[in-house]
């Protein structure tokens, strides 16, 4: 569980310019804000929430969305309504999930966890504007400490996929 979380944390953190405000829907909560504190360079507004109340938030309000839920079609163009221009979301997440995410966001990517305890764990990324390899922040990512799993190196190996699941979702993957 501390791998997956330290990579949806760090995942979106890093790969946002400047983020500043940031959704959490989570039961998680401690884990999250542990690594939140690792995140020193960064001045941070975090709201905890859950899929229910996103409609009620304003236009925008938000840089980063990390999600440890299953949205709805519905909550996925929420979500987007309430990400900045410049909006990161990670979540957790499959492949049918993958697929709603790509119709809401120019930029839908699965990345993988991986550890020798488990199999691989799916995550996803959906962003506005920002490409998760391309626009990684490297003296950010670098300068983490405490971390067991997230490292730059990891962020951006997480994001190849073999070729048997890039055949699967070629279609609605968009990078």
Not at 53 to 78: G, M, W
Not at 91 to 103: C, I, K, Q, Y
Not at 150 to 157: G, L, T
């Amino acid at each position: 569980m501390r791998n997956r979380i330290e990579m949806l944390v760090h995942t979106a953190l890093a790969t946002h310019k400047e983020p500043k405000r940031v959704l959490v829907i989570s039961e998680n909560r401690t884990e999250i804000e542990t690594e939140f504190s690792r995140e020193r360079f960064l001045n941070l507004e975090v709201s905890f929430s859950n899929l229910e109340i996103v409609p009620e938030f304003s236009e925008n309000e938000f840089d980063v969305a990390i999600i440890e839920e299953k949205p709805s079609k519905l909550d996925f163009a929420h979500l987007k309504r309430v990400l900045s221009n410049e909006g990161v979301l990670t979540m957790v997440g499959d492949f049918e999930t993958l697929e709603n995410l790509a119709s809401e966001f120019r930029i839908a990517m699965p990345f993988l966890v991986n550890s020798l305890e488990i199999t691989s764990e799916i995550l996803l990324l959906g962003s506005k504007f920002y490409h998760p390899t391309a626009d990684i922040n490297l003296q950010r990512a670098d300068f983490l400490d405490g971390c067991e799993y997230y490292n730059s190196d990891i962020h951006v190996a997480s994001f190849v996929m073999p070729n048997y699941i890039k055949s699967q979702i070629r279609e609605f993957v968009k990078n």
